[in-house]
């Protein structure tokens, strides 16, 4: 049950005449707003906070003290502009971001409905306060987050990856954040997922990680059962499925 499927070989599947139903659509919404609370969560450091609460950290009022970048006349640069990305975009609106940036393959006629312009990878990079990354993961977009590209950010840049964790060199992104290269970053995907205890970036307090629950509402995962279920019978049945790879 996924809209994802780089964990599958779809040209084997294709060879053998197997067919494959995913889920698309039906978390759109879920996925978006996460990656807006992402987004909220690494750039007001409310990890950070909370944390500073149990340690005995907060004690008298401090004008700097647990402050970071809001978005408000911010320019927000979006990797990949399908569905999840036009629907961030969306929900940023009500925020002041002062613009809105993308980069993909095509030209987006929706971009253009809802004032977002489109930009090559690099001029994003270097105008974007924050990149959310929501493209898919190809062979040309493995490991793409690399430190060549990390290093083309802004220091002051916040991080947000809701896509795929192999879309990002996670040694090169550990770089960046410990040598302040750029200034946080929120995951709702990483390789391997789960990641283990210890990994370097669950120690980075500048590193906001959640595990992989994107689509976590009840209504997205009812949904996506549902789609799931009316894919099956009508593989079995041998009609068209409704949501059909291959």
């Not at 978390?27 to 340690?55: C, K, M, P, W, Y």
């Not at 809701?162 to 200034?183: H, N, P, W, Y």
């Not at 307090?205 to 994107?214: A, D, K, R, Y």
Request: one cysteine or more; proline letters at 6%.
């Amino acid at each position: 049950m996924s809209v994802g499927y780089d964990h599958i070989n779809v040209s084997h599947l294709k060879k053998k005449g197997i067919k494959l139903g995913i889920t698309p659509d039906v978390l759109t919404d879920a996925v978006a707003e996460l990656s807006v609370g992402l987004l909220l969560a690494t750039s007001r450091r409310l990890f950070e906070a909370h944390q500073e609460i149990l340690n005995g950290g907060w004690s008298s009022w401090e004008p700097f003290w647990m402050c970071g970048p809001g978005l408000q006349n911010s320019t927000v640069g979006v990797v990949g502009f399908g569905r999840i990305g036009q629907e961030i975009v969306k929900r940023l609106k009500p925020f002041k971001v002062s613009r809105f940036l993308y980069c993909g393959r095509s030209d987006k006629m929706e971009a253009r409905e809802i004032g977002v312009s489109r930009v090559l990878l690099d001029e994003l990079l270097a105008h974007s306060d924050f990149v959310i990354v929501t493209c898919a993961l190809t062979p040309e977009t493995k490991e793409m987050f690399n430190d060549s590209l990390f290093e083309k950010m802004k220091s002051s840049a916040i991080f947000i990856n809701v896509s795929r964790g192999g879309v990002v060199d996670q040694f090169a992104l550990q770089r960046a954040l410990e040598s302040k290269r750029i200034l946080a970053a929120g995951l709702d995907v990483m390789t391997p997922e789960p990641l283990p205890p210890k990994h370097p970036l669950l120690q980075l307090s500048n590193c906001v990680i959640l595990p992989h629950i994107g689509s976590a509402t009840i209504q997205a995962r009812k949904d996506m059962a549902l789609l799931t279920v009316k894919n099956i019978i009508a593989g079995v049945s041998g009609t068209p499925m409704p949501a059909p790879l291959c």
